[in-house]
């Protein structure tokens, strides 16, 4: 018996259904995915094959047809989790969209949703992620296709919606990470060395540098490459040049732009712009 291997092959696409969304149909045996975090809920559904990553501290693997959710702001991998790749298809749900249908559904103020970490294994729920997503993509009835992802968002929303829980930390080590954080997002293009980043914490640099990764997963400077990242996307949707929105980002060359963007995206930016 012979088994299909998967390519490399992303697109990504929107929908003026929902505002502010990013969608993906792709596949992928090669590629992995460096750790990153996407502003947004990243809701796949896997389609065939299965997919592994490391996710909140542990490695998780999603086969076909269950739906690993990631939560905003929160590092992740991807890479295959067997020979011939996986194929599947993902919402980018703005935090701001999910959260309204959580009130619609309630008829009430609610917090924002959270998700647990474990795979989403649910069948029903798999079916209606990826009917939704292939009505919008097919850009055909738009009445049926806003109508299925909805059914399928609350879907997801009552049956695994929960609040994020209080997780203890401390108060100082917050502080000083938020201060860092804030001091690497300024003037991205401008070159911030570790001792001026220990200076404003009152910290050694190498002091600064091991509360920064404890807290956050990622060294300072592959932190500052993600808020780069993130930031590219929205001059790039209004269709300003890759060259342009690299030299703005603070990357040194249109390469290493290129380079970055496609471990954590799947795609070149080029592509990634044309959607």
């Known amino acids: 018996m012979t088994t299909t291997r998967f390519r490399d092959s992303a697109r990504y696409w929107r929908t003026p259904l929902l505002p502010g969304a990013d969608l993906l149909t792709a596949e992928y045996h090669d590629h992995e995915f460096t750790p990153h975090w996407h502003d947004a809920y990243t809701i796949p559904v896997i389609e065939a094959g299965a997919e592994t990553y490391r996710y909140r501290g542990s490695r998780h693997v999603a086969e076909a047809g269950s739906v690993p959710v990631i939560n905003p702001g929160e590092l992740h991998t991807g890479s295959r989790a067997m020979d011939e790749g996986w194929r599947y298809r993902v919402l980018y749900a703005p935090v701001d969209y999910l959260q309204q249908v959580a009130e619609d559904i309630a008829g009430a103020a609610q917090p924002v949703p959270w998700f647990d970490a474990d795979v989403i294994r649910d069948i029903d729920l798999a079916q209606r992620l990826s009917h939704a997503h292939r009505l919008l993509e097919a850009n055909g009835d738009p009445l049926a296709a806003h109508a299925a992802m909805l059914d399928a968002l ?85 269709g300003v040049s890759v060259t342009e929105v690299a030299a703005a980002s603070g990357f040194t060359d249109q390469s290493h732009f290129t380079r970055h963007f496609r471990r954590m995206f799947g795609v070149p930016p080029g592509r990634w712009q044309g959607t």
Do not use: C
């Open 154 to 238: 609350s879907t997801l929303l009552v049956r695994y919606g929960r609040t994020r829980p209080d997780v203890p930390r401390s108060v100082a080590g917050d502080t000083r990470v938020r201060t860092m954080k804030e001091r690497l997002s300024e003037a991205l293009a401008a070159p911030v060395t570790l001792a001026e980043l220990a200076d404003a914490v009152g910290l050694s640099p190498f002091h600064a540098a091991r509360l920064f990764s404890r807290e956050t997963g990622l060294a300072p400077h592959a932190w500052r490459n993600q808020i780069r990242l993130q930031r590219s996307l929205a001059p790039l949707r209004a």
